[in-house]
């Protein structure tokens, strides 16, 4: 069992920052990917960024060139880095890691973006 946990989220105004940061409770290196999606109120899950073991990067076309992610593997962690904020990106923040055949979810954090 894996254990993910999120956090970094918060209420910002547009325009504005956060940075979440995902906790994992076993080495990531070989993972095959991690990513971040998020859900919004009555909308399905989407992903939002993923990064390979290979550290190969894919965005949703809606985030690239706000948001960054990245990954510490030493500390096992994953990052996202959000700048420009707009209130579409309001939803519920989640991350993902694939070990092997299986994929984990975090609980999540909530991120809101004020107009």
């Known amino acids: 069992q894996v254990q993910l946990v999120e956090s970094g989220g918060g209420l910002v105004q547009a325009g504005g920052s956060l940075r979440l940061s995902c906790a994992t409770s076993r080495s990531i290196v070989s993972s095959n990917g991690m990513g971040w999606y998020r859900q919004a109120p009555g909308k399905q899950r989407e992903m939002v960024a993923t990064?390979?073991?290979?550290?190969?990067?894919d965005y949703a076309d809606s985030v690239k060139g706000r948001f960054t992610i990245s990954r510490d593997n030493t500390k096992r962690m994953v990052f996202l880095q959000m700048n420009s904020l707009e209130p579409e990106d309001t939803a519920r923040y989640y991350c993902n890691i694939v070990l092997g055949s299986r994929a984990y979810w975090g609980q999540g954090t909530q991120v809101t973006v004020s107009s």
């Open positions: 990064i390979t073991s290979q550290s190969g990067i």
